[in-house]
């Protein structure tokens, strides 16, 4: 790419959305319904799917409006709005550690037989749309960041102020 | 850009209702042409054939000598601007402008490239990123342009731009818009029924009336060498003045009225010796004079001109009408007496309503 087509690349940021941030954010809450899709498939009657599952209800309605509303706000170029989704994004990696985990590795009686409460098959599934859905958050994230930053500069290089 | 030629072009709709009648028109390169007339004239339906929004049931279209009657719209490289805007109220001017050329799927830089520069163009540069419902009637008709400049088309098509806007604006656009062709000398159809928009802006203006072509000429022309009554009556504001009259000897024999004939014109009419013509007489072309008596009836002070309209003699007859537009500010009361004489005349066949030029006959 020559120099010109990056400045007129950057110029472009003045009247075009940050469409490519907005898509991944909305793309990361896709994953994530996904996986508390296939979280609550089991019936398994155990403190995971009665305290933690309730819980994790909560915290996806928050999630997915926080997401959104950073969605909006990236498509505009507003940095901050890339921390609040490198933060989701980190949580969603965290969130392996708790739900998936944790019922992985424990175990429940069924039928008088000791079984996990998440299968390997479920296990691996949920494990895919989270890491999925962290990558997509972390993505949109990074790329909006850097593109705030291009954006900025080439705005000081106008001498105008805002976008 | 390009020449367009309209070659016996007919236009019959399903219900054999013809809207145009054997429609004949060179278009040179770089050149604005206006079709102007009443409402139903046709021109508007003659600018869409040309669009290729409708079909066109006789003759031929040449764009470029290349024959493009049975051509689709989306292939014939025009670009129109609609009287209502036609833009997308969800997206900004910057992307209502690139629209087109994204369908295109041309390169986004490319796009970026043709968007500002029409920006630059048409004084928008600074509205990119609102959306058109932020913008007065005349910033959307400049991003309406934008989006036909950024196609670049061979040929621009206007169908009555102007008509959404309040006379301010009208004005102010439509110096945009000459503006705009002397910049780009593009070749443009402009459709307005508006007289003026058509005198300040065409190269040549084609006057209709009933799907029928009256003229075709230099705004000048139009005004000053008016082929019939018709057009004689469309061009000039305010309108012209018509009388029933007589050719006798070396005179003019009117109701009312009685006015000498000056060689020319008395050579010019030699063939309607003692026949009926109508007279024509534009209001600016009569001055306060010894010819014609007048009963004004109302008196208009313009500045610099004032308008006097009233009766010739006692008369209350609609064909004793007179409007006059004298040079000055003049304060004739309402059943004022005032006298005038004719200073340029037209004269038209009374049957075929055509024009009487000298050396016909």
Known sequence: MTAEERTIQRDRMRFIKNSLSSNLAILGILFNVFYFVSIYKSDVDTYYYNILIGASIVYNLVFMLAVFLSSEGVKNYKRNYSYLLAAIGALQIGRIFIIPMGAHTATTLVGGETVVVMQDGQFIRVLVYLIASAACLLASAVVNYIRCNELEAHLKSLGTQGA | MATLNLQHIDKIYDNNVQAVFDFNLDVKDGELIVLVGPSGCGKSTTLRMVAGLEDISAGKLLLDGRDITATPAKDRDMAMVFQSYALYGHMTIYENMAFSLTLRKENPNVIHKKVMAAAEILGLTSQLNKKPAQLSGGQRQRVAMGRSIVRNPKVFLFDEPLSNLDAKLRGATRREILLLHKRLRATMLYVTHDQTEALT????????????????????????????????????????????VRVSGDKLVGGGFQISLTQEEQHTLRAYQNKEITLGVRPENIVEGPDVPVTVSSNENLGMNTLVHGHIGDSKAASAKISAKLKGWRDYKVGDTASFTFNRKHFFDKETTNAIRGGEG
Do not use: K
């Not at chain 2, 084609?206 to 004689?232: I, K, R, W």
């Open chain 2, 201 to 244: 802006l065409a190269d040549r203006i084609v006057c209709m009336s009933m799907g029928h072509v009256q003229q075709v000429g230099t705004p000048l022309e139009l005004y000053d060498s008016p082929a019939n009554v018709f057009v004689a009556s469309f061009i000039g504001l305010p309108p012209m003045n018509f009388y029933d």
